[in-house]
């Protein structure tokens, strides 16, 4: 018992020790979609203030592709110290629906570390579009099943996951057309090539500023600050319907828990600065704390409910 006693102490110590000099080196955040997007830009928001926080280098790598399983395969397969981070969106928790061969355990191989933004999404079309509300995409594609198609930032992407939800609640016969990121799909529906998308206002609100799309409703229970004149999909024409995009820390799961606990701190404090919080109203992003148990608690109940979605949904 005493030899056990002592096993566990010096264990705690050595993890506390490990907290007490984290960061020790150059920090990595893994962002598995493109430079631009919305998960891309919280990324280098809460990057730039950790470095300036803790004197160390952080550095945002872009692995995009497959739904994010690229980038989320190698942080999953990294050494868990805490200089291997991961920043997610809400598509993370469907990849192993819309996969086959993933590397790794979605549940099992990641420790939420902290929610960075709920991020109220928009519904947009093409700033020529004939199409200026809900009621009347939903008219446009009953009227012509399968003629319509809506871009998105790749299979298992949030703005897939938030389509797939749309078009299910509402029956349609609609056409997915993934692209690698929110950029190109900014591209697709503004020159009309793309019927529609679902985009995190984060990402797109320049490109509804500057006309070249259309915002017509956003995915949110109440209206956007960032656009209070534009309604809800669900106040107009699809009644019940709500979709959260979130984006998020996770870390590899095997990190020292006081070193999690170090980083959620530590975000935490950086997302209620002034300056941040100014910027993320500006951007329409909203904070989202959480401590990393109930950060993972909401992961597992994401991952539940978001994939009997993406179950029902035509295969790709």
């Known amino acids: 018992m005493k030899r056990l006693f002592i096993a566990a102490a010096a264990a705690l110590a050595m993890t506390c020790s490990w907290a007490q000099n984290y960061p020790s080196k150059t920090i990595k955040i893994v962002v598995p979609f493109t430079a631009g997007s919305a998960t891309d830009i919280m990324a280098r928001v809460v990057g730039e203030k950790l470095q300036a926080a803790w004197g160390q280098p952080v550095v945002i790598e872009n692995r995009p592709g497959a739904g994010g399983t690229l980038g989320a395969t190698q942080v999953a397969k990294s050494e868990a110290d805490g200089h291997t981070l991961l920043v997610v969106s809400t598509g993370h928790v469907v990849n192993p629906v819309l996969y086959s061969g993933i590397q790794y355990d979605t549940l099992g191989d990641f420790a939420g570390v902290s929610p960075l933004a709920a991020l109220p999404s928009m519904l947009v079309v093409g700033a020529g579009s004939p199409i200026k509300t809900v009621a009347e995409l939903l008219a446009a594609a009953r009227a012509k099943p399968g003629a319509l198609n809506y871009a998105s930032a790749g299979v298992g992407s949030a703005t897939h996951v938030n389509a797939e939800k749309f078009r299910a609640m509402a029956n349609l016969q609609i056409t997915h057309i993934p692209f690698k990121g929110t950029p190109e799909t900014i591209v697709e529906v ?127």
Do not use: H
């Open 190 to 316: 503004s020159t009309g090539r793309s019927d529609f998308m679902f985009t995190p206002i984060l990402a797109s609100l320049p490109a509804v500023r500057e006309n070249r799309l259309r915002a017509i409703a956003v995915s949110t229970s109440k209206r956007s600050s960032a656009l209070p004149n534009v309604p809800t999909v669900a106040e107009s024409g699809l009644p019940g319907f709500v979709f959260d995009f979130w984006i998020g820390m996770l870390a590899p799961s095997k990190t020292p828990r006081p070193v999690v606990a170090k980083l959620n701190a530590e975000v935490a404090r950086i997302l209620a600065l002034p300056e941040v919080k100014e910027r993320m109203n500006t951007l329409g992003a909203e904070p989202m704390p959480m401590s990393p148990e109930q950060f993972d608690a909401y992961i597992k109940d994401e991952y539940n409910t978001l994939g009997a979605v993406m179950r029902s949904a035509p295969k790709q």
